[in-house]
Nanobody
Framework: QVQLAESGGGLVQTGGSLKLSCTSS????????IGWFRQAPEKEREFVAA????????NYAESVAGRFTISRDNAKNTVYLQMDSLKPADTAVYYC?????????????WGQGTQVTVSS
């Protein structure tokens, strides 16, 4: 079980940007593909983006493609989610987890997430 912690959320206006971080103390962090997911109020948790172990391959949900960028720095045990051109529909709690590149979460548990609120 890889322990992950999300940070970087906040309140931003439509069109603004935020950068989320997902950090871990896992010794072999670089051996895990990581995904970002989000859950809006009264909605199911959904896939946002995923990145391969080395960072060479990425995958995005259609709703964020072209606006969000996932990256990782394995030396810092961190995966990032740069979110640009934010919309009110992006408002949600954002979570990271070990995942397949297709966006299927693998980790058995979820952290507390980080709240992103986009005002209109």
């Amino acid at each position: 079980q890889v322990q992950l912690a999300e940070s970087g959320g906040g309140l931003v206006q439509t069109g603004g940007s935020l950068k989320l971080s997902c950090t871990s103390s896992a010794r072999y962090f670089s051996t895990y593909a990581i995904g970002w997911f989000r859950q809006a109020p009264e909605k199911e948790r959904e896939f946002v983006a995923a990145i391969s172990r080395g960072g060479a391959s990425t995958n995005y949900a259609e709703s964020v493609a072209g606006r969000f960028t996932i990256s990782r720095d394995n030396a810092k045990n961190t995966v990032y989610l740069q979110m640009d051109s934010l919309k009110p529909a992006d408002t949600a709690v954002y979570y990271c987890n070990t995942a397949s590149l297709r966006g299927i979460p693998v980790g058995g548990s979820w952290g507390q997430g980080t709240q992103v609120t986009v005002s209109s």
